[in-house]
Nanobody, 114 residues
């Protein structure tokens, strides 16, 4: 069974630059394009970043483009999301997943506040 464990969230100040990590198991990680999603309170889950299998392409949602950077280490079955210049609207639970989205992890909560 697929499993995703997201870590690295917490309470951060505006302008902060945390890095989230996602460790995947139960799948051939290198065979899967991966995505970061987030879900803010009262909002639908949205895709914020995507990375191809060999990291040769990345894609970002318009709200985070230019501030976030996604990367992956296939040897460690791990994907990262470097978040820069955090804003209050970035407050959300962040999830990782492959494109099939069969199962979801618990996510990691990022709260941007003073």
């Amino acid at each position: 069974q697929f499993q995703f464990v997201e870590t690295g969230g917490g309470s951060v100040q505006p302008g902060g630059s945390p890095r989230l990590s996602c460790v995947a198991s139960g799948l051939d990680f290198i065979a899967h394009p991966m995505r970061w999603y987030r879900q803010a309170p009262g909002r639908e889950r949205e895709m914020v970043a995507e990375i191809t299998r060999n990291s040769d392409r990345t894609y970002y949602g318009e709200c985070v483009k230019g501030r976030f950077s996604v990367s992956r280490d296939n040897a460690k079955n791990t994907m990262y999301l470097q978040m820069n210049d955090l804003k209050s609207e970035d407050t959300a639970v962040y999830y990782c997943n492959n494109l099939l989205t069969r199962v979801w992890g618990q996510g990691t909560q990022v709260i941007v506040s003073t």
